[in-house]
């Protein structure tokens, strides 16, 4: 089959969920034959980088691991995910993390955990400064209030 397009990467993708079981490798090969060399894969909460770690690790040089929680997984428990999230950058050396996120505001969803999230998201900013990484922003009906936290 030959390829219309090369060189092509998918910033932001979830493979590593479980409603790709199934299917993943065919995906994945799928997405190759397209012409897609590299998927990038944003973390979602502390229950999913184990899993989001064993693709990256079984497709090394197309899977590239991010670490992030995303705002939709921000709840009054959002320290103790954070808390994992920080021992997996902070103490994991053996782990090569290409970008923070899948962070962000989203107010489209659930608006009780605003404040929560946009302190989650100024973390996530702080850890892309310091570790000098791509952030990978999610924002839904939020765009004012993610850029004015991206100024300050």
Not at 118 to 147: G, M, V, Y
């Amino acid at each position: 089959m030959k390829k219309e397009l090369e060189n092509l990467i998918d910033t932001h993708c979830h493979l590593y969920l479980p409603e790709f079981d199934k299917d993943r490798d065919d995906i994945i090969q799928r997405a190759k034959d397209a012409g897609i060399e590299k998927f990038f894969l944003p973390n979602i909460d502390s229950r999913s980088v184990n899993a989001m770690l064993s693709l990256s690790s079984s497709n090394s040089g197309i899977c590239y691991p991010m670490v992030g929680l995303h705002p939709c997984s921000v709840k009054d428990d959002w320290l103790q995910e954070i808390a994992v999230i920080e021992k997996y950058l902070f103490e994991a050396p053996e782990v090569k993390f290409y970008g923070i996120g899948e962070t962000g505001l989203d107010y489209y969803w659930d608006k009780s955990f605003i404040g929560l999230q946009k302190q989650n998201f100024q973390k996530h900013i702080n850890w892309a400064k310091e570790f000098r990484l791509p952030i990978i922003i999610h924002s839904r009906e939020a765009t004012e209030d993610c850029i004015s936290l991206i100024k300050e």
